[in-house]
């Protein structure tokens, strides 16, 4: 089983970028997407989350507007689309995947990528 992010960097405020996350090794369109992240001295927050069928995605308030999840099950894909980043949401981006449970709860994720990291700096 494997959850492997990609698409973390340096940009400046009020750019964007596109995080992926490619499953594998499971049934993926079964299961609940979500992505988490974590700043240097905070813990690990929710950020996204989409049902499996994606119709239906939550948001923390920090980032509700300016990001997007979203999934493509024929690729075993999650993608998070983020714009108009702001140096706060500089952290480490986790992906995850849940088959029951609370999808605001980290212990509701059963897989769990290795994290990307994004910096949002002039």
């Known amino acids: 089983v494997q959850l492997v992010e990609s698409g973390g960097g340096l940009v400046q405020p009020g750019g964007s970028l596109r995080l992926s996350c490619a499953a594998s090794?499971?049934?993926?369109?079964?299961?609940?997407g979500g992505w988490f992240r974590q700043a240097p001295g905070k813990e690990r927050e929710f950020v996204a989350t989409i049902r499996w069928s994606g119709g239906s995605t939550f948001y923390a308030d920090s980032v509700k507007g300016r990001f997007t999840i979203s999934r493509d099950n024929a690729k075993n894909t999650v993608y998070l689309q983020m714009n108009t980043l702001k140096p706060e949401d500089t952290a480490v981006y986790y992906c995850a995947a849940r088959n029951s449970g609370s999808a605001f709860l980290e212990a509701s994720y059963e897989y769990w990528g290795q994290g990307t990291q994004v910096t949002v700096s002039s």
């Open positions: 090794g499971f049934t993926f369109s079964s299961y609940g």
